[in-house]
């Protein structure tokens, strides 16, 4: 009761403190003292980014599906309230209990950038416990993480007890059975993580050693015990019509990033865009059965009162008869005046049919995600897109009205030329000139943003080098001098240097975890947020730890190099994205797995697509 | 058929005084949409309820009695306030409603603040009242002042335990008043003297009728 107290005399001198009031709709209310276990989940970025994260509501609920347990949840405060916080003596709390977090059995944290791991350590700082696992003895809490980012965990090894490596849902429940075994008995905490370490998902850093070669390559990753597996396996949903799905999900009191009510469709991309990682790591393709989605959909209207519903995937035009479920679904929710959205739509002539009958609501934008800008180069990534495609769509959205047009792409991909770079430019000449030609009277916007590509461990390309800063620089300048000449064409780029360290984190190993003790002594924490991003502190920081960064971002690893990652299996084999990356420098696609399997390896999960199993 | 306009009465205090106006505009809509409630929508490319607050209510403003008015496609009764009251979150709720049959304003009201300052507080905040203060806005580029006593009927200052209490009487002028934050911040900036505001009340609210 104290940090509730205290805290609300702060709330009059902070920015949006909407933020750390809890009290949503549909926020899960016990008794702490009648609950076995205490979980805080964490999200490492603040509550308006946190609540929009749709892994975060499914396994609080879940959780607290369960009489032994109570999960609450806990944001990173922003800056003007962590000075509150530390002036008045205040650590981490959570907005169910307002209770702090060293109190907690285990303490959770979802990762899903990079670029949030110095909020992951002040996190843990916050809570006034020890930074390093080793230096938390049994009574104080576990510390747990899962997400997309744990597919290579090695950078934060030194700090998470246990990492839970792919879909929580089940993973966690059999975690938590172990952690209630362990807390009531006399198991150390040693045994208990060895316990941990044999759940299939849980990978327990600290069993597992690294050794270097001279050069600073891996010469080799082994279980420090014959008790522990020596790769650790991925855990999927096999089937999504059978697993957990909140439908009275706490929505939140103030606006927050995604603020609507949210369904799965399914999971997993069939497409193998060779740069992307959710694309391996979420295999295979698991669909939701119509049937569920609209249940869902129903129940999520009448428990969040939410004026939008979004349907989302990795790439939702994918999913079989969209029409039919969107026309389904638009049969109670336009009653409501509860607008559909479907973001990852591959726009076409029939998707915009589709986005012209439910999206009502939407400013009339129109995005595309080419990635590259010549074909060749499309096809060395295997973004199965057509520029053919895209003009005709444009033209036909631009007779309708759409006045914004935004394209998407990457910038330093593998193999490419000034050529690709150009081939940008010309895409949004081209949209400009079907607008000119059509002689309509309105402004059209055209923008154009480019990312910097991020090799990501897993993918077809982790072997790849990144552009240096500079090279990043002479391509940017080139697009930019080159767009400025079109009108009403706006153009964006990503910044270097966040770019840079996302490449070093992603593929980074255990010499990392001292670079973020530097960098979190030092200062840095929402990197992500530009305004906060400061890269000559991270370069101190590197400098500290003896770590000289490009050895991590722009170096070309050889195939039988051992990555940092290896001991981690998705499933995907390592032949199979040998395969791929080297039809990438032959510019050969590779069909998506709709229209044939493509041997992945993924197959062994026996799930979804793999199994023949469709809506 | 035709929509009623209904006016619902309602108290705001911790934790939901925390959340700005528009979180309330759309709080009341998901809890309208939650009990099936047929709202009045705009007509458009994009459709929003008719929900208006007579005041809207700044971050951190608790209110034993608030009031908005919002148009329904059908017939509302007493049953409303307990189905609202049965989902809203903590700190909000429903008083009672009525059929909004006439067009009122507000006329007055009085606010109560608790802050903490220094012993003297009162007696220098005193002293900047009775020189006929301005308040500073800055709207659009444009800066504009506001005579404090334009808007004031009267205002108290005493010191109460640990904290300083203010009261304020302000009336509204041509749809327009001034907040009691804006006079503490204006008294501050001038006076150099720090404060914590740790908590503001709209005590009460004096509507009138229009004709």
Partial sequence: MVVKDKLFKLLYSVEKPGRYIGNEINMVEKDPNKVDIRFAFCFPDIYEIGMSHLGLKILYHLLNKREDVYCERAFM????????????????????????????????????????????????????????????????????????????????????????????????????????????????????????????GCYVPSFYEVKYNQDGTIKAIFPTTSQVPGKVKKRIIKDMDSVYFPTKMITPLIEVVHDRAVVEVFRGCGRGCRFCQAGVIYRPVRFRSMGKVIEYSKELIESTGCNELSLISLSTSDYPNIETLAKNILQFTEDKKVNISLPSLRLDSTSLELLKQIEKVRKPTLTFAPEAGTQKLRDVINKNIQEEDIYSTVKLAFERGFQNVKLYFMLGLPTETNEDIIGIYEIARNIRQIYSDLGLKKRVRITVSTSFFVPKPHTPFQWEPQDSIDEMKRKMKMLKEKLSKIKDVEYNWHDFYLSKLEAVLSRGDRRLSAVLKNALELGCQFDEWGEFFDFSKWQLAFEKANVDYKFYSDRRRDFDEILPWEMIDTGVSKEFLIKECKLAYEAKPTPSCFESCIGCGVATFKGGICVGKKV | MLAKRYRFYFSRDLPSCFISHLDMVRLFERSFRRLNIKLKFTEGFNPHPKITFILPMAVGLCSPEEMFEVDVEEDLDEKVVERLNLILPKGLKVLKIEEAIDKIQVSDMYYKCFIEAEED????????????????????????????????????????????????????????????????????????????????????VNYQRVI
């Fill in chain 1, 77 to 200: 405060p922003w800056i003007d309230m962590q000075e509150k916080m530390q002036k008045e003596g205040i650590k981490l709390f959570t907005l169910e209990t307002f209770t702090t977090l060293d109190e907690f059995d285990i303490i959770g944290f979802s990762l899903s950038y990079e670029m949030s791991y110095t909020n992951v350590l002040k996190m843990i700082k916050l809570s006034g416990i020890p930074l390093e696992s080793k230096n938390r003895p049994k009574g104080m809490p576990i510390v747990i993480a899962g997400g997309p980012c744990t597919y290579n965990p090695e950078p934060l090894w030194e700090f998470i007890d246990v990492f839970v490596i792919g879909e929580g849902e089940e993973v966690i429940l059999e975690f938590v059975d172990l952690f209630k075994e362990y807390k009531f008995s006399e198991m150390s905490k040693e045994e208990f993580l060895l316990r941990c370490a044999n759940i299939e």
């Fill in chain 2, 121 to 204: 507080f009162c007696k220098h905040f005193e002293e900047f009242m009775e020189k006929s203060p301005k308040i500073k806005r800055e709207k659009d580029g444009k800066v504009t002042f506001r005579s404090v006593w334009d808007y004031l009927i009267g205002y108290e200052c005493q010191k109460k335990e640990d904290n300083i209490e203010l009261i304020f009487h302000i009336k509204v002028v041509n749809g327009s008043y001034i907040k009691p934050e804006d006079i503490l911040k204006a008294f501050s900036e001038e006076y150099n003297i720090e404060y914590k505001i740790i908590r503001v009340e709209r005590e009460k």
